[in-house]
């Protein structure tokens, strides 16, 4: 029986041939005892070197995916190292404004960054005990997000959008304008694009140099006409670096993670190749804890000083909220921006749907000493009263807006206002959370006063009308 | 830990092993893997090979590892010590791993779940020579200023008390009692013991379930009761509010104990009722609320197969303290999460699936989980109740899916949490449609007692209004409510109120957070005055107009705000209101 140290010493060992070679996925065969999740060195027959993982162990045979794809490999000539250890990346706050694969290499044409510890990819659980409630409110300067689903520091909040929908540049402009108010800390960008396209990529890269933030962004790029498998590896390894500056280094890092879609698709590839059994649309059955085993990174930690909020993105397919990857996403993140495409359609931007969007760590992070005293009514009005209006205007369509009651016309008054002056703003538009809760009363001003229900005498004596 | 071995690695697939060479072994017995003994349970034998689930990531574990067998099923450790922790799901108490292994949960390690080195004064009840019998009450210690912890003679012991320690201090591991067993061996009997999770403790008989576990809201306890000892499922997608309900009703229910699974969930909720929960207090005994709360997280980034058994770890954990008479109350959160673990067990084991991928067994699961819910008398003659909880996350929203549907063969409330008061902020969001409880004519006889005979006939008035605005409002849907007669306006009106003045209910208001039994029977007789006189007065030939431009109006929709529930006189001054105002009206048109 090898023990620990024997291993490592086995590991030198290299392996001529392989069994098999199925997609990203090689079986290899009478191996001394290989650990579960064991990093691999392949090499094919002109000597270049891919990475790989163990995805099964048992006494005869070895699956192994590689990251890089197989094309090339051949039966006979492949080689294979097994490392003895776990996949890890170097990681420093030098890696800040480079560009790296989806493996962590540099692939902007610099070198290595120097190293200050080598981390596991796959990270730890976080112990619950641990966590900080997540509680400081982050001004984007967006209405709909600070008035109605407002983010808060060390939150996962996704954005559930769909092709062609401007999600990138509603991304984009919440990197640009996230601040805590009042306090003036270190902050990075960690951007991880699995299966994008070049030009988005691109885009991304753009819109921090414009703004003057690519210096503190590092950038992980597996793009579309990279190998399916990499995007695998890419959220974890931008979450351990994130997860180094925020709980090591003490800064503020903001995720971005694009496209989530893509990602749970490169997963539903490995796990058909290894026949497992499907649940939902062909999706393995643990797509939820694998997900969760991302989004759960972020958060804030007891008597540190870091956070990571992280800001997801994917598209639904056919814009269906109940499809498995938005589904889940949304059983595991804390709350979700969605987006409208007939919204989009009539030209308003962010085409953020007013109902489906929510914060779950807005209630403790808004109101008095936070935002402002009349924010949780305001929003809860507006969501209440926005409501309302789905339903006249679905009766509307029914029976025609003339036989509407007097009542029901102001409140579609009030939601075309609603729309088009809260919702509604410029791509480089920055409001501050006052302009945004002034507007907020600009437009529920418009309904009786006697309709808001969930308003107290004492603000509307206060906001009302004014 | 004991190092027998009892095998060797033969193939690692995630959290599932097969292990050859086994020897001696037993079904359900916990292990320990490899060279950093990652806990396990093994869950299948058969000739020389065995089947393992771990409960730590097996990151690292190859074949030929060794496999130690721990001589024991897997197992939670009952005694002093238990209220105010959160363990994961194998009943390891977080905040100790946390010193050990810093803000992640390093593998492998082994700590004891009760704190070995704490002493508590234990008050012995019974005196040597004393005949004591499975579930006999040794003793108690004062666990929290409100919480006298009973020591039990473990079930399947019985016999005469050899000796019996004098009142004083001790730890869990001290012997405070020498049990002479039937067949004459000695046994010694400690303040604590261990239990099987996956064995239901026994009890000595079921009783009826005829009294209501009040949760001060509303919806819940005046719509859809449950009963102590009874079972509920909690359905509804993502964002329609499962956990601020389960939270609601953990913070403010009438139970004795709450156990609260954090099953596959956010590790920020588990977060949230840490900060939150030992600064409320509980307005029966006037302490923290988590003096009477134990805590299970295992978050969704945890391994997947402690999920699996957190579930057991919980219900096992309640169980104890019913058989100490106490009424527990837990809250599983969610057990969706825990059948897709099963779902994956299942997989890598390659086992035959059925439908959408989930084990043939499913629905015996779930049904042996609900099962140990009831209202008992304990083998020592003490009653208490255990009620289960539960939420349900279909995918999709969808209540067509498996888990979903097996739940509701096997539990009897079952409160639908609907995505259109979800988006219209309409918490808690359970539907007055979908949702049921087939406890009601069990506990109507408890209401009346406390409340009056009127109760029933005033929730069967209103249940009967919300039926009818259905169907109202499909008609004005299809043309508009002007359409509508006042008199059934007047009904679409009344719903509205009640929904907005009643169902509604807000979870951070101090006073509406939660309302007392008299409260609630109170605003609902209210509202059906209101309807019951509305109606009249408008065949009288009032116009709608005029009876939304009473004043008492707006203070019914306010009353859930502005009366507190230790002082209901106003809610007096409203219904003399609504009489005196009606009273005119009808004059006014007589």
């Not at chain 1, 997000?145 to 509603?170: A, Y």
């Not at chain 1, 009263?385 to 029914?398: H, I, P």
């Not at chain 2, 390690?109 to 020579?129: C, D, Q, Y």
């Not at chain 2, 061996?185 to 099987?196: F, G």
Request: with cysteine.
């Amino acid at each position: 029986m090898p023990d620990l140290k024997h291993r490592r010493l086995l590991s030198a060992r290299e392996y001529i041939g392989v069994e098999k070679i199925d997609g990203p996925l090689i079986f290899v065969s009478k191996t001394h005892p290989v650990g579960y999740r064991e990093l691999i060195e392949c090499v094919d027959k002109n000597g270049h070197i891919r990475m790989g993982i163990v995805l099964e162990s048992s006494t005869n045979r070895v699956v192994v995916q590689v990251f890089e794809g197989t094309a090339g490999l051949t039966l006979p000539s492949t080689r294979i190292r097994f490392s003895g250890k776990p996949l890890t990346i170097s990681v420093s706050k030098e890696m800040l404004g480079r560009v790296f694969n989806g493996l962590g290499n540099p692939i902007d044409g610099g070198p290595a960054p120097r190293s200050d510890l080598d981390l596991d990819v796959n990270g730890m659980a976080i112990n619950p005990t641990a966590r900080q409630y997540p509680r400081d409110f982050i001004q984007t300067g967006i209405s709909v997000i600070d008035g109605m689903n407002t983010l808060i520091r060390g939150q996962k909040l996704p954005i559930f959008s769909g092709n062609g929908l401007p999600h990138n540049e509603l991304a984009a402009q919440i990197a640009r304008q996230a601040k805590i108010r009042g306090s003036e800390t270190e902050f990075a960008v960690v951007f991880a694009a699995m299966g994008v396209k070049h030009d988005v990529a691109q885009f991304f890269v753009r819109s921090f140099e414009e703004s003057g933030v690519l210096s503190n962004v590092a950038l992980f790029l597996s793009l579309a006409s990279d190998p399916s498998i990499e995007r695998l590896i890419t959220p974890r390894t931008a979450l351990t670096l994130a997860e180094h500056l925020a709980f090591n280094e003490d800064m503020h890092v903001l995720v971005i993670m694009t496209d989530m879609t893509n990602y749970c698709e490169s997963l539903r590839e490995i796990s058909t190749i290894r026949g497992e059994i499907p649940s939902r649309k062909g999706y393995p059955g643990y797509l939820y804890s694998d997900l969760a085993e991302l989004y759960e990174r972020s958060g804030m930690i007891k008597g540190r000083k870091g956070s990571i909020t992280s800001l997801p993105i994917l598209t639904m397919p056919n814009d269906d909220i109940s499809h498995p990857v938005p589904d889940l996403s949304g059983y595991i993140t804390e709350g979700q921006i969605v987006f409208e495409r007939e919204m989009d359609g009539r030209g308003i931007y962010p085409p953020v749907a007013g109902l489906p969007s929510l914060s779950r760590l807005m209630k403790d992070g808004i109101g008095e000493g936070m935002t402002r005293e009349d924010h949780p009514h305001l929003a809860s009005q507006l969501f209440a009263a926005y409501s309302y209006v789905k339903d006249v205007r679905n009766l509307a369509s029914v029976i025609g807006e003339e036989e509407l009651t007097p009542l029901d016309h102001t409140y579609l008054d009030f939601g075309k206002a609603f729309e088009q002056q809260f919702v509604s703003q410029r791509k480089d538009e920055e409001r501050s959370i006052e302009q945004t809760l002034d507007i907020g009363w600009k437009v529920l001003s418009m309904l009786p006063a006697d309709e808001l229900h969930r308003i107290t005498e004492e603000e509307i004596e206060k906001f009302y009308g004014k | 830990m004991s190092d027998r071995i009892i095998g060797q690695v033969r193939r690692v697939n995630g959290p599932v092993i097969e292990v050859m060479g086994i020897t001696d072994a037993e079904m359900f017995e916990l292990v320990r893997v490899g060279e950093q003994r990652l806990i396990g349970e093994l869950i299948k034998l058969e000739s020389g090979g065995a089947v393992i689930q771990v409960y730590e990531d097996t990151t690292g574990i190859a074949p030929y590892d060794p496999v130690y067998g721990a001589g024991m099923q897997l197992s939670v450790e009952l005694g002093p010590g238990m209220i105010g922790t959160i363990y994961d799901g194998i009943q390891r108490p977080l905040e100790a791993i946390r010193e050990m292994s810093d803000i992640y949960i390093n593998r492998g390690i082994t700590i004891p779940s009760l704190n070995r080195e704490k002493k508590w004064h234990f008050v012995p009840a019974v005196k040597t020579g004393d005949r004591v019998s499975e579930g006999s009450v040794l003793g108690a210690v004062q666990e929290t200023e409100n919480f006298k912890h009973k020591i039990l003679v473990p079930p399947k012991d019985a016999g005469i008390l050899e000796s019996v320690v004098p009142e004083g201090d001790y730890t869990v591991e001290d012997v405070i009692a020498v049990l002479q067993t039937e067949n004459g061996q000695s046994k010694n009997l400690t303040l604590m013991h261990r239990w099987p999770i996956r064995v239901q403790r026994p009890t000595a008989r079921r009783l009826p379930l005829d009294t209501p576990l009040i949760t001060g809201q509303r919806v819940i306890d005046t719509l859809f009761p449950v009963a102590r000892g009874g079972t509920v499922a909690i359905p509804g997608g993502f964002g329609t509010g499962k956990t601020m309900t389960q939270q609601a009703v953990a913070k403010w229910c009438d139970a004795d104990i709450i156990v609260y699974i954090g099953c596959g969930e956010r590790g920020n909720e588990i977060t949230d009722v840490l900060a939150e929960f030992p600064a409320l207090i509980d307005p029966r005994s006037g302490r923290s609320l988590m003096e009477r709360t134990i805590l299970i997280a295992n978050t969704s980034n945890m391994p997947v197969s402690a999920r699996e058994a957190s579930i057991y770890t919980g219900i096992t954990m309640a169980e104890y303290f019913r058989d100490q008479g106490y009424h527990v109350a837990v809250m599983a959160d969610s057990t969706s999460r825990w059948a897709e673990a099963l779902r994956e067990l299942s997989g890598r084991m390659e086992e035959m699936p059925a439908e959408e991928g989930f084990p043939a067994y499913l629905p015996t699961k779930v049904a042996e989980f609900y099962e140990r819910a009831g209202s008992m008398e304990a083998l020592n003659g003490q009653t208490g109740s255990v009620t289960i909880i539960g939420a349900v996350s279909p995918p999709g929203g969808d209540f067509s899916e498996p888990v979903t549907q097996h739940t509701k063969r096997f539990i009897r409330c079952f409160w639908a949490l609907d995505r259109h008061l979800a988006n219209a902020r309409h918490y808690p969001a359970i539907s007055w449609l979908d949702s049921y409880s087939e406890y009601l004519n069990d506990i109507a006889v408890w209401w009346e007692q406390q409340v009056g005979a009127a109760w029933l006939d005033d929730r069967t008035e209103i249940m009967d209004l919300l039926q009818r605005e259905v169907r109202l409002q499909q008609v004005v849907k299809l043309v508009g409510p002007d359409a509508l007669p006042d008199t059934q306006r007047f009904i679409i009106e009344v719903c509205t109120l009640f929904k907005n003045a009643f169902l509604q209910q807000n979870a951070y208001d101090k006073i509406d957070m939660f309302s007392v039994v008299p409260k609630q029977a109170r605003m609902l007789h209210i509202i059906v005055e209101y309807w019951k006189r509305g109606r009249d007065v408008i065949k009288a030939g009032a116009t709608l107009v005029e009876l939304r431009k009473m004043k008492v109006y707006q203070d019914i929709i306010k009353m859930k705000f502005s009366v507190p529930n230790d002082d209901l006189s106003d809610l007096d001054k409203i219904e003399a209101r609504l009489g005196r105002s009606m009273d005119q009206l009808e004059a006014l048109h007589a």
